[in-house]
Nanobody, 128 residues
Framework: QSQLVESGGGFVQPGESLSLSCTAF????????VLWFRQAPGKEREGVSC????????KYADSVKGRFTISRDNTKNVVFLQMNNLKPEDTAVYYC?????????????????????WGKGTLVTVSS
């Protein structure tokens, strides 16, 4: 079964770090852009970051620039989101997604309806 699976979420204190992974099973994500979204309780889903198939022209939400780093390892079929200096407002369920129609980040951050693969999400809680 083709799917995306996120991992790495957890509970941390402000200022700490977490590394999320998005692993593809049943297909190769090598040719596709991979996007990270998050949804906090009571809020709309928002785009966090996007990495194109070749790893260049990466996109970040203004709220995470300088703190989050997206990367990919196509040999392992995985995309990472390194999150440093976490803040309470980063608390959310984090999802990875992709569209097999996009190798670039043209669909980031608003064309979520065009994503045809979504993970089930991983919870990140930042609290003192």
């Amino acid at each position: 079964q083709s799917q995306l699976v996120e991992s790495g979420g957890g509970f941390v204190q402000p200022g700490e770090s977490l590394s999320l992974s998005c692993t593809a099973f049943g297909f190769s994500l090598e040719l596709y852009a991979v996007l990270w979204f998050r949804q906090a309780p009571g809020k709309e889903r928002e785009g966090v970051s996007c990495i194109p198939w070749q790893g260049r022209s990466i996109k970040y939400a203004d709220s995470v620039k300088g703190r989050f780093t997206i990367s990919r390892d196509n040999t392992k079929n995985v995309v990472f989101l390194q999150m440093n200096n976490l803040k309470p407002e980063d608390t959310a369920v984090y999802y990875c997604a992709l569209s097999t129609a996009f190798s670039t980040c043209a669909a980031y951050p608003d064309r979520t309806h065009e994503m045809n693969y979504w993970g089930k999400g991983t919870l990140v809680t930042v609290s003192s």
